[in-house]
C-alpha cells in the first residue's frame, strides 16, 4: 500500500544564485512544487508516494518527471500537456533565506488537471492523501482536486490538506479566503504557517487558530512556527516542539519537507490520526523539525529534502 499520494503542482523553481560576467543574474534550475515536494520528501526518508498532477510536454515537463522518478515516487498518475507548458516559479532569495516569488502561470499546465484525470482507484489504496491550495486557485484543476479529496474521504482515506497561500496566485484575498476555506471540511491532517492563521481561521494567535481547526473536524491541526518550531494540536490538546538551530540559506520547501516527514510519521504508526497521542506527535514534529532544518541550509526544494541519515545527524 501507498503510504502518501499527493496532488497538485510540479514545477520549475528558477533560483536566483550568483551573477554573470556582465552583472546579470543567473538563476537555477530547480525542481518543486509544494505536493511534489510533499512526495519526494516521504519516498527520500524510505516512504512509498506516488504524485498526481500535469506538466508540459516540453524540456521542463521531462526533467520534472525524471526527478521524481529517480526520487522513487510513483508517477503512473503524472501527465504530459501537448498544449500547455510547464509552469514555471522565479525565486528571489533573501539575506535570511526568505523568498519571494514571481509565477510564470497563466497557461500552465498544472492548472490543467482534470476531474476524469483522477486515477480514482488508485486513491483506494493509500494510508493518506495530501494536497494544497496552489491547485484550487483556477478551473479545472480546482473541481478535480476537491473531486479527488472528496472521494478520498468517502473512501475513509486520511486527507492531508496544506493551503500554502501565494496572493500572486490569486484574484484578490477574498477569493483565496472563501476557497481555501471551503476545502477544510475534507481535511483530517491541517497543516499552516503562522502567517496563514488568519486567513484560515480569522484568528491571529496561533493555539487559537490550530483549536478553531480542530473545532471545525480536523483531527490533527499544525501551525509552522519557523525560527520557533511548531505547534500541534488535537481534542486532547497541544504541544508546541522547539525547532533546530540553522543557518538559512534557502527556505524553500521546509514546510514540504516539515510536512512530509511528518505525515510519514503518521503513516508509519499504523495508527488512526485520532487514536495518535500528544507525546507520540510531539515526537513525530520533532523529527519533521529537523527535516526543515536540514532543507533551508541548502538551495532549492526538491535537492535539499533529507534523507533518514541526515535527519538522524541533527537529532543526535
Known amino acids: 500500500m501507498t503510504d502518501i499520494i499527493t496532488l497538485g503542482e510540479l514545477l520549475i523553481d528558477f533560483t536566483a544564485c550568483s551573477k554573470s560576467s556582465q552583472g546579470q543574474r543567473l538563476f537555477e534550475q530547480n525542481p518543486g512544487g509544494?505536493?511534489?515536494?510533499?512526495?519526494?520528501?516521504?519516498?527520500?526518508?524510505?516512504?512509498?508516494s506516488s504524485f498526481i498532477g500535469k506538466v508540459g510536454n516540453d524540456m521542463h515537463g521531462k526533467f520534472l518527471a525524471e526527478t521524481l522518478e529517480k526520487n522513487g515516487v510513483d508517477c503512473e498518475a503524472l501527465l504530459f500537456d501537448d498544449n500547455h507548458f510547464t509552469t514555471l516559479a522565479f525565486v528571489d532569495i533573501k539575506e535570511n533565506g526568505e523568498r519571494e516569488f514571481s509565477f510564470a502561470r497563466k497557461h500552465g499546465a498544472d492548472k490543467m488537471l482534470l476531474v476524469e484525470d483522477i486515477p480514482s482507484g488508485k486513491l483506494k489504496d493509500c494510508r493518506i492523501f495530501h494536497f494544497g491550495s496552489v491547485s484550487l486557485t483556477d478551473e479545472p484543476s480546482r473541481s478535480a482536486t476537491l473531486f479527488a479529496a472528496e472521494k478520498a474521504k468517502s473512501e475513509g482515506v486520511c486527507v492531508s490538506y496544506d493551503p500554502n497561500y501565494r496572493?500572486?496566485?490569486?484574484?484578490?484575498?477574498?477569493?483565496?479566503?472563501?476557497?481555501?476555506?471551503?476545502?477544510?471540511?475534507?481535511?483530517?491532517?491541517?497543516?499552516?504557517?503562522d502567517e496563514e492563521t488568519n486567513l484560515l481561521t480569522g484568528e491571529s494567535d496561533f493555539r487559537n487558530a490550530a483549536e478553531m481547526l480542530i473545532r471545525n473536524?480536523?483531527?490533527?491541526?499544525?501551525?509552522?512556527?519557523?525560527?520557533?518550531?511548531?505547534?500541534?494540536?488535537?481534542?486532547?490538546?497541544?504541544?508546541?516542539?522547539?525547532?533546530?538551530?540553522?543557518?538559512?540559506?534557502?527556505?524553500?520547501?521546509a514546510g514540504d519537507s516539515f510536512w512530509g516527514a511528518f505525515l510519514l510519521k503518521i503513516a508509519q504508526s499504523g495508527k488512526k490520526p485520532e487514536n495518535l497521542t500528544l507525546e507520540e506527535l510531539g515526537n513525530f514534529a520533532t523529527f519533521a523539525n529537523a527535516a526543515?532544518?536540514?532543507?533551508?541550509?541548502?538551495?532549492?526544494?526538491?535537492?535539499?529534502l533529507p534523507t533518514v541519515g541526515d535527519i538522524e545527524k541533527i537529532l543526535a
Open 34 to 48: 509544494a505536493p511534489a515536494n510533499v512526495a519526494v520528501a516521504v519516498a527520500r526518508l524510505g516512504g512509498k
Open 217 to 253: 473536524g480536523a483531527q490533527i491541526a499544525v501551525i509552522t512556527l519557523g525560527e520557533d518550531g511548531a505547534f500541534v494540536c488535537t481534542k486532547d490538546g497541544g504541544i508546541k516542539t522547539d525547532a533546530f538551530n540553522a543557518d538559512a540559506v534557502d527556505c524553500t520547501g
Open 292 to 304: 526543515a532544518c536540514f532543507c533551508v541550509q541548502h538551495r532549492g526544494a526538491i535537492p535539499s
Open 167 to 193: 496572493a500572486s496566485l490569486w484574484k484578490n484575498e477574498s477569493e483565496a479566503k472563501t476557497t481555501m476555506r471551503s476545502a477544510l471540511k475534507f481535511a483530517d491532517l491541517v497543516k499552516l504557517s
